[in-house]
């Protein structure tokens, strides 16, 4: 609906990364959540490596008790009748709202629309127990794209700050230039995949690159990955037949010394700042790359774990500040449950 309103977010993010937070009426919630919860857990150690965390993001759709057609104030009558037959009245009369602040918004999973709120949480991916990190409310109508530059630039303003984010996993409704961009500012690597729609909007000058944003040479083989260079922040690749000439199962090449008279093989180096979507730090398609992306669906758990545990979709709430409460409290028998368990 708002086009290139994720990158005016990130923006804004930027400029105030040294900002306080501001987070309203929630701010004693939120301080109460973190520091009487959250820091009891990464004590507890329930949370993995605090100075390294590895986090993923999803959004999660609540409907509300309210109708989305007010309440009568009025004495009109229900039914009147007209042309012979009993119709029913809809009057013009003004309604009570008791959710204000709910809306219809699209609910891609059950692919149905519903009148409510969203929510957005960050919890921890190396946590056997799924745990929530920090989560925010959102309109039913905001998408997913627009939630987590938001979510993830109060959580990091909010944390201890011996907590450092390394790693956030989410899905293809995260993927957009922008968001690359932000956690490249906060040293944090995104493992998201590339969103159906937006494959084939991309060129590389350098060398061809396939749809992983793997290079390719000039027989139009993938090149082997060999490595990070921290130092001068570039992914390093090598001709497939020379990389594996020790393996068994080596790749078939009609232009053995075609590219390059070298033992070691063509060298290309890619550059993630080139382009920050493409270029990942651990390259796509790869099996580390596949590994830290199944962590994600810990977010979908964490969420599945509020709504049918602790059973808030049968909730009938009828207000945004209730169900931010109910949300935070289900988020704490979370971490409830783990310090029993453990």
């Known amino acids: 609906k708002h086009p290139g309103i994720v990158d005016k977010i990130v923006k804004r993010i930027l400029r105030n990364m040294k900002n306080d937070p501001v987070v309203a009426k929630y701010e004693i919630l939120y301080k109460f959540f973190i520091q009487c919860v959250v820091e009891h857990s990464a004590q507890r150690g329930l949370l993995g490596d605090p100075e390294n965390l590895n986090i993923a993001g999803d959004g999660t759709h609540i409907e509300t008790g309210a109708s989305a057609y007010g309440v009568k104030t009025c004495d009109c009558p229900r039914f009147v ?17 008791p959710d204000f602040y709910a809306n219809w918004g699209w609910d891609s999973y059950r692919e149905r629309y519903f009148f409510g709120h969203s929510f957005y949480e960050l919890n921890c991916a190396d946590s056997p127990y799924d745990l929530p990190l920090f989560f925010i409310q959102t309109q039913a109508n905001r998408h997913d794209s627009v939630s ?19 790693g956030f996993y989410a899905d293809g409704a995260h993927d957009n230039y922008a968001m690359y961009k932000m956690m490249y500012k906060f040293d944090c690597e995104p493992i998201i995949p590339l969103n159906e729609t937006n494959k084939g909007n991309f060129t590389y000058k350098k060398c061809e690159v396939n749809e992983q944003g793997i290079p390719c040479c000039q027989a139009g083989k993938p090149m082997a990955y060999w490595g990070y260079c921290a130092d001068r ?6 001709c497939p037949l020379k990389a594996f000439k020790n393996f068994t199962e ?19 180096y890619t550059y993630p700042k080139d382009n920050f979507r493409i270029f990942t730090k651990t390259p796509r398609g790869s099996e580390e790359w596949l590994k ?17 545990d602790f059973r808030m979709l049968q909730a009938r709430v009828r207000s945004r500040e209730q169900w931010f409460v109910r949300y ?13 368990k453990s």
């Not at 080596?250 to 290309?268: D, T």
């Not at 935070?328 to 029993?340: P, Y």
């Open 81 to 97: 009748i007209k042309n012979g037959k009993k119709v029913f009245n809809r009057c013009q009369c003004k309604r009570r709202f």
């Open 148 to 166: 987590p530059p938001v979510a993830f630039d109060l959580a990091v303003k909010m944390l201890p700050d011996y907590f450092h984010i390394s």
């Open 233 to 238: 922040m570039r992914l390093k690749w090598r």
């Open 250 to 268: 080596k790749p078939e090449c009609q232009q053995n010394n075609y590219c390059s008279n070298s033992e070691y093989g063509r060298v290309v």
């Open 292 to 308: 830290k992306y199944d962590k994600r669906s810990s977010a979908e758990r964490s969420n599945k774990r509020k709504k049918i």
């Open 328 to 340: 935070t409290l289900a988020a704490i028998c979370q971490h409830l449950d783990a310090w029993a």
